[in-house]
């Protein structure tokens, strides 16, 4: 019911920054606002780990302590996208960056962290920061 595709990973040195987008491709009748969008990254040898979420209704946004007061999410739902700017770029934040949705009725609080609680995924894409 929902396609997602990341978009705008690269090659970035250390203190740099990037702005990913995820684009979603929706069933028909169904509306971007009634989902909640998360991201999450996947280091080699790591597991994945949650990044930022949110709920355009209500306007509910969550960020990992790891990257608070550096990345930024944010939608437009015209546009059906939702985006993750990243600035102050470490090493550390390299990663698979992974695109994710879910149901804003099981999505709440929390929640909005668990990776399993999350229906979609898209393929991610490669973010790479260099020292």
């Known amino acids: 019911q929902v396609q997602l595709v990341e978009s705008g990973g690269g090659l970035v040195q250390a203190g740099g920054s990037l702005r990913l987008s995820c684009a979603a491709s929706?069933?028909?009748?169904?509306?971007?606002?009634?989902?909640?969008m998360g991201w999450f990254r996947q280091a080699p040898g790591k597991e994945r780990e949650f990044v930022a979420a949110?709920?355009?209704?209500?306007?509910?946004?969550l960020y990992a302590d790891s990257v608070k007061g550096r990345f930024t999410i944010s939608s437009d739902n015209a546009k059906n996208t939702v985006y993750l700017q990243m600035n102050s770029l470490k090493p550390e934040d390299t990663a698979v960056y992974y695109c994710?949705?879910?149901?804003?009725?099981?999505?709440?609080?929390?929640?909005?962290?668990?990776?399993?609680?999350?229906?979609?995924w898209g393929q991610g894409t490669q973010v790479t920061v260099s020292s």
């Open positions: 994710a949705a879910g149901s804003i009725l099981t999505l709440y609080g929390t929640m909005l962290a668990h990776q399993g609680a999350y229906d979609y």
């Open positions: 929706l069933a028909s009748g169904h509306t971007f606002s009634s989902y909640a």
């Open positions: 949110r709920k355009s209704s209500g306007y509910v946004t």
